[in-house]
C-alpha cells in the first residue's frame, strides 16, 4: 500500500496481469477506510469503480466500492529478497508460484509441452491411453521398482518403471499407434536431472522403422518450438542452438572415428580397454566390447554433440528391447538425439519376434546376476502376447521434465516439478547435543589408507584433499583441533565413489562402526543436508558446508586460467561466480546456501582458499594451455 496525499494505491494482480489500485480518502466510508488499514500482500478483494489514466501514463481503477473476499494471516516473504534457500521453496512451492515469476514461466512451459504433445500425436492419428501404476511384474526398463503389498489380494505389487510392456501388448491387440504420458518410479538415486518419481512420454507406431520414428519426434520436436512455444533456437546451458537447420543422422561408431580418431570396429576389445584407462574412464571387469564403445561416445563425444543430432545403431548390449540391425552384426536400430550436448530422447525399431525377445530378456536376467542383484523376472504374459502376433514398429521414450528443462535451459529437475518428494523434516527440529570428545580419532595415514581404497576417481581424492587443506588451516587460524578438522575434510566424500545413491549415509554408518567422533560424524551428515536434513551446528560443520561447494568452482574457474590459482583474486572469483555461462551445471542457490553459513567475510573466505591451494603441490598443473 502506497500512499500519497489522500490516496492510496495498491497493485491488484492475477494470471493475466496487475493493474493499479486508487482508493480516495473521500470516496471511501469510514468503515472501508477502516478495513483498507487492515489489508495485507496477498488478501483476496473485489473492486468496482471507474477506469481513468494517471499523469504518469499508468492505467487505474478509481475504486467506488470493495469487499475483503479472504484474509492472509501469514506474510509473504520479502519480494525483493524472495527465497533464497531453494528447499523453502520445494517444500513450499505455493510461495514460490507467489512470489517467483520465473517459477511460473517455467510451469506454463511445461503444461504447454504436454498439451503440444497431444495435440500432435493425436492428429497423427495416435490413440492416447492409460496404463496401470500397480503391476504384478515390473520390466520395460532396467531399473529398481517400489514394492507394495495389496491388503485385499495378499499378494506383493510393484509400481510402474515403464509402460513400454503394457504399450506393446495393445499393439498386438491392433490399436494402430499408441502413447501414454505416464508416472513412472524408479527408487534409484536422486541428483540433478533424475527423480524417483517423473513423467514419461512413450510412443509405439506400427508398420514404421527407426528412421521412421525420428522423422516423426523430429517433426514433433519442431511443432512444439514453433508452433507452441515460439522459438526458433533454445539456448542450452550457456550455448545458442538453431533448431532451423538440417537434423543431421551420424552412426555411433562413426561419430567416434570422426571424434577421437579411433575406429571402434577394427579394435579389439583389449585395445579399446587401453583407449579407455589412458582416458581416464572407469569400468568393471566383466564389460563387453559393446558396452566399452557406448561408454568411450558417451563420456568423450556426446557433450559436443551441439547441433540437433540423431546418433544411431547402438551396440546390442546396450538395448535388450531394439531390434539387431539388418546389416550390422552386435549393433541394434536404435537412435538418440542430442541437441546442445544433451541427450533429450531415445528409442529404436522394436523387437517382434518372440523368440528373440525370449532370448534377450534371459540374456538380460543373466548379466544382471553379476552385480549381485536379484535377475528382473521375465515376463510370461507379455511373451505370449507377443506369440499371437506383433506387426514391425518402432518407438520412443522421452521424459516431460527433459523435455521442460530443454525448452527453459533450467539443468534441475527439482525445478520443473512442481512438489517433488522431500523427506519430512522433523517437527520442531531439536538441536542435537554434539559430544566434542575426539577419542577414536584416526591417524592421518589410517584416514589416506580409507581414501585410497574406497575412492577411485583422481578429482575426487584431489577434491578431498583441497578440502583437507582448507579445514586445517582454519583450524590453525582459530586454535581449533588441527586433525580433526584435517580428517573431516579428507574423509567427507568417502562413500561417493561406491555408493552416489546412500551418500553420506554409508559413511556415516561407517563412521559409528568405527567410533570416530561425533563432531566428525556430524559435519559429514550436516555437508549433504537435502539428503540427512541434518544442519550444520558447529563451527567445523559450517566450514565444511562453506568450502566444499566453493572449491568446486573455484577449481573450474583455475581450469580456464593460464595461470591456473596463481594469481586469482576474490573479487575476480565472485564476478565470475555471477556468470550465469560459467560451470551453469552448478546451482547458484548451493553456493549461496554455502557461503551463508560462513562466520566471516566471504572475501577472506575466498583468500584463504586461493591462497592454500595454491600452495599445494598437486594443484600446480591446473590451468588453461597457454597459447
Known sequence: ???????????????????????????????????????????FVEVSGELFTTKAGELTIKVTAFNLLSKAIRPLPNNHE?????????????????????????????????????????????????????QPLYG??????????INALDTDAYLRIASELYLKRLVVGGI???????????????DQTHYPEFSMLETYIPYIDYHGMMDVMEEMMRYLAFDVLDMNSVTVHDTQVNLKGVWKRVVMTDLIQQKLNLDPLTKTQKELEVFARENHLEFA???????????????LCADSLIDPTWVIDYPQEMSPLSKQHREKEGFVERFEL?????????????????IEQRARFEAEAYRNLGDGEQAQPIDEDFLEAMEH?????????????RLT??????????????????KPLPKDEPKTQINENIDGLPSRDKAHELLTKHVTDDYQRLHAKMIAAVLENYAIKNGENIDLWYLTGLLHDLDYTEYPVEHPQKECDWFVEWNYPQQLIHAIEAHAHERTNVKPQTTLAKMLVATDEIAGVMYAYAKLRPEGFVGMKPSSFKKKLKDKSFAPNISREDIEYALSHLEGDESDHFALMIEVFCSMPELKSVHAEKI
Open 285 to 299: 571387469n566383466t564389460i563387453t566390447k559393446g558396452e566399452l564403445i557406448f561408454l568411450i561416445f558417451d563420456k
Open 338 to 354: 542430442y541437441i546442445g550436448g544433451v541427450e533429450i530422447m531415445d528409442g529404436w525399431s522394436e523387437i517382434n519376434d518372440p
Open 82 to 134: 524472495g527465497i533464497k534457500d531453494k528447499e523453502v521453496r520445494y517444500r513450499k512451492r505455493y510461495l514460490d508460484l507467489m512470489i517467483n515469476p520465473e517459477t511460473r514461466r517455467i510451469f506454463s512451459i511445461r503444461h504447454k509441452i504436454v498439451k503440444g504433445i497431444r495435440t500432435f500425436l493425436d492428429e497423427k492419428g495416435l490413440t492416447e491411453v492409460e496404463t496401470p501404476v500397480l
Open 1 to 43: 500500500m502506497r500512499g500519497h496525499g489522500g490516496i492510496k494505491f495498491a497493485d491488484i494482480a492475477d494470471e493475466t496481469g496487475t493493474i493499479q489500485l486508487a482508493f480516495k480518502d473521500d470516496i471511501l466510508s469510514p468503515t472501508q477506510r477502516e478495513l483498507l488499514g487492515l489489508m495485507d500482500p496477498a488478501d
Open 389 to 401: 502376433g506383433l506387426p514391425p514398429f518402432a518407438g520412443i521414450g522421452t521424459g516431460i521434465e
Open 405 to 422: 528443462m530443454f525448452f527453459t535451459n533450467n539443468w534441475s529437475i527439482q525445478e520443473v516439478i512442481l512438489f517433488p518428494f522431500k
Open 176 to 190: 494402430e499407434g499408441v502413447y501414454d504420458i505416464a508416472k513412472d518410479f524408479r527408487n534409484e538415486g536422486i
Open 140 to 149: 520395460g526398463a532396467n531399473a529398481k521398482p517400489f514394492t507394495t503389498h
